[in-house]
């Protein structure tokens, strides 16, 4: 622990920081009975301390920090005085790891494994029922908890990196200690603590340094827009305003338009800002500078502890929207290769392109967001593979949504999706039609932004009794002993499911050293008679993707691509490693995605 912690304070957050942030100023928050009115003292060179908040709860102090650019990592002691009595608490200041403000944050050049630690692997049995935390294992429960973590990941890092998975990003790790339905993780009922049922923080730390090992970045799915209802706070308010709309709750509206509609009534944002998602999930105030200094603070302390690569943001457009630009300008000041992605869970470019940084809203607003999942474009993608091929229906829709990525300011830097753990899986919306799954992946893995597939994806795992969360977050074959079936050996899957499997792994492997797809511009067709073509390129190669949905032979005549076939007379397919002449009608084997390097 990094803490000592007398009788009287039990909790001070952050537990520690490190010499040599980029800013220089630290606030932290100090719970215990009766501290409030404390005087607070520290000698320790280059270390200020500027204000003392002592909040309406006798339990809370609030300290800010100014640490000198030049301070040294060690321990601080403050010593908190009040009625006579005074009391140490011992400090640690880290040391940062050599090059931590330069890290790179995921990019072009990844691509993305999102998974369900609970669904996962159980790689540690002993944590499937702890004393002390309301909810045990219960896997034959849907929304039960059914045992994985973080040893589980861990286990199977090797399996990740074989596929040719980039970064990982788990659902959230921390603390859930809610009655129900806490496998999911987004209810936190404590920011600064891992979950004892995924493992600790020690394991959550090991995990990071293997994946970074073996070339995988971690990304941290994060929640500021509200904790869960026994979120150890709650019993004891730092502020009454440091929840809104309680204890008389109020749900949200959802209309996460007011965030751009100029339109919009006063009221009607207030109910989407400040109402509760639901009602085990209490809407944090971040207008309250003691919340949002808190958040900030959390964020950063995670990015140094994990080595983090990326942060996931939860439920962005319900936060508040100038609150979260200003901890996008904190993180990236600090870290200003770093990468954040946030979930506007819009089908429309205009609303997401909002949020992305660098955007020239019309109501002034400067976003700070680097990155955004592209739920347009995965929209355009289900209904480009489902519908039946008319002027204006079929793949013209992807030609269509890729076309307004003038709306966006980076259009390369959104995540491409083809499913989430919120919706149906990418292979059930599309009917369980294999052809059509892997023509749909191929795309994912070949168009412009940064690709995440949900684990599963590469063995059609499905869910045909319900569309339920706790059915489409199912189990990963092999990840339990008594498991008959895994994945992660092949042993007992279906010929389709291997085949699917090892299609996922040539093409993220290729895709994993194909600089031309992290980098290089797109160029696409317009649609014809079922036929989707376009080219990722730069001055030197280029890689031409036929998309051929039709159910039959198709040919195609490449000389109305003369203008990015100049100089190249043959494709090799990456899949297939079939070669094909590009200097006469090529033959389009059905339902088929052709990715041609060309030379």
């Known amino acids: 622990m990094s803490l000592q912690v007398n009788a009287q ?18 606030q932290i928050m100090m719970y215990g009975k009766n501290i409030s009115g404390s005087e607070v003292h520290a000698s320790y060179k280059g270390l200020e301390i500027k204000e003392v908040t002592s909040p309406a709860n006798p339990d809370y102090l609030f300290v800010d920090l100014r640490l000198s650019s030049d301070i040294k990592p060690g321990r601080v002691s403050f010593i908190l005085t009040k009625d006579g009595k005074k009391e140490t608490i011992a400090y640690e200041l880290k040391k940062r790891r050599e090059g931590s403000a330069e890290r790179e944050g995921f990019n072009n050049s990844d691509v993305i494994y999102l998974l369900v630690p609970d669904r996962f692997a159980n790689g540690d049995t ?9 909810e045990g294992k219960a896997r034959s429960k849907i929304y039960g908890r059914h045992g994985g973590d973080i040893k589980g990941i861990s286990d199977h890092v090797d399996y990740i990196k074989s596929m040719g998975f980039t970064a990982l990003w788990p659902t959230p790790l921390l603390e859930n200690d809610q009655p129900t339905w806490s496998y999911h993780g987004y209810s936190i009922t404590d920011f600064y603590k891992i ?15 293997k994946l970074n090992e073996n070339g995988i970045k971690l990304i941290m799915d994060m929640v500021f827009n509200h904790c869960g209802s026994e979120h150890w706070w709650m019993k004891d308010l730092p502020f009454p305003d440091w929840i809104n709309n309680y204890p008389d709750v109020k749900i949200t509206n959802h209309r996460r338009t007011v965030n751009e509609d100029p339109h919009a009534s006063d009221s009607d944002k207030r ?39 990326g942060i996931r943001m939860d439920t962005y457009p319900y936060n508040d929207k100038y609150m979260m630009a200003r901890w996008t300008k904190r993180v990236l000041d600090e870290y200003p290769h770093f990468n954040i992605v946030g979930e506007e869970w819009s089908y429309q470019p205009l609303i997401t392109s909002y949020w992305q940084k660098g955007q020239n809203n019309r109501d002034g607003y400067e976003p700070g967001l680097p990155s955004l999942m592209d739920f347009p474009l995965q ?3 289900v209904k ?41 899986r990418f292979f059930m919306q599309l009917n369980k039609d294999t052809a059509l799954y892997k023509m749909g992946i191929a795309f994912l893995l070949t ?19 319900t569309n339920e969360h706790g059915d489409i977050r199912n189990d990963f074959p092999g990840g339990w002993e008594s498991d008959t079936v895994s994945a992660f050996t092949g042993e007992g899957l279906s010929k389709a499911k291997l085949q699917t499997q090892e299609y996922f792994r040539s093409l993220l492997n290729w895709r994993k050293e194909s600089e031309l797809i992290h980098t290089g511009k ?26 051929n949905k039709n159910t039959s032979v198709t040919k195609l005549d490449p000389a109305r691509f003369s203008e990015r076939l100049r100089g190249y007379t043959v494709g090799k397919d990456v899949a297939s490693g079939k070669e094909y002449s590009i200097t006469e009608m090529i033959s389009l084997p059905s339902k088929t995605a052709l990715i041609l390097e060309l030379r």
Do not use: C
């Not at 979950?195 to 340094?209: K, N, V």
């Not at 949002?292 to 080595?307: F, H, K, R, V």
């Not at 649609?527 to 730069?538: H, I, L, T, W």
């Open 195 to 209: 979950d004892p049922r995924f493992g600790t923080l020690e394991d959550y730390i090991a995990l990071s340094r």
């Open 384 to 424: 480009a593979l489902t519908e039946p091929e008319e002027w204006d229906k079929g793949l013209i829709n992807l030609y269509e949504i890729l076309a307004l990525d003038f709306s966006y300011p980076d259009p390369s830097n959104l995540v491409v999706i083809g499913d989430n753990h919120d919706m149906a």
């Open 126 to 134: 002993s944590n499937d029922q702890l004393p002390g935390l309301k």
């Open 271 to 309: 109910l989407m800002n400040e109402g509760w998602f639901v009602r085990s999930m209490p809407d944090l105030n971040q207008n309250n500078p003691f919340l949002a200094q808190y958040l900030i603070q959390n964020s950063i302390w995670w990015i140094e502890t994990a080595d983090l690569a």
């Open 379 to 381: 929209s355009a993608l």
């Open 9 to 26: 304070v039990s909790r001070i957050e952050p537990p520690n920081w490190w010499a040599g942030m980029e800013n220089p100023d630290l």
């Open 522 to 547: 797109l160029m696409h067709f317009a649609p014809e008679n079922g036929v989707y073509v376009y080219f990722r390129y730069n001055e030197e190669k280029s890689v031409m993707v036929v998309l």
């Open 447 to 465: 168009t412009r932004g940064i690709p995440q597939i949900f684990y599963g994806s590469e063995i059609l795992m499905s869910h045909p009794k």
